[in-house]
């Protein structure tokens, strides 16, 4: 079983940058891929960014350019270093690990740009 804590959500005025965290434990082995997704009141939830386990990205078109997804292999860490906020971005991010059984996902943890 894999278990995702997210952290570093909160209010950032646009243009600002914000660096979210996942922690991840349990049965790393099982993991192929690590992603961040985010929902929006009222809207789907959607991919943001994703990273295999040889470290392939991709994004969505939205976040190109701005977002950075990374991972720390030694520490269990998967991040998403969010720049040139926008206030489109204002969303609950959730940190997704895609296992050989199918997903697991964080509890979530909102993002809201605003001035």
């Known amino acids: 079983q894999v278990q995702l804590v997210e952290s570093g959500g909160g209010l950032v005025q646009p243009g600002g940058s914000l660096r979210l965290s996942c922690a991840t434990s349990?049965?790393?082995?099982?993991?192929?891929?690590m992603g961040w997704y985010r929902q929006a009141p009222g809207k789907r939830r959607t991919l943001v960014a994703r990273?295999?386990?040889?470290?392939?990205?991709n994004y969505a078109d939205s976040v190109k350019g701005r977002f950075t997804i990374s991972r720390d292999n030694a520490k269990n860490m998967v991040y998403l270093q969010m720049n040139s906020l926008k206030p489109e971005d204002t969303a609950v991010y959730y940190c997704?690990?895609?296992?050989?059984?199918?997903?697991?996902w964080g509890q979530g943890t909102q993002v809201t740009v605003s001035s």
């Open positions: 990273i295999t386990s040889v470290a392939t990205t």
């Open positions: 997704n690990a895609q296992i050989d059984s199918g997903f697991v």
């Open positions: 349990g049965s790393m082995f099982s993991i192929v891929a």
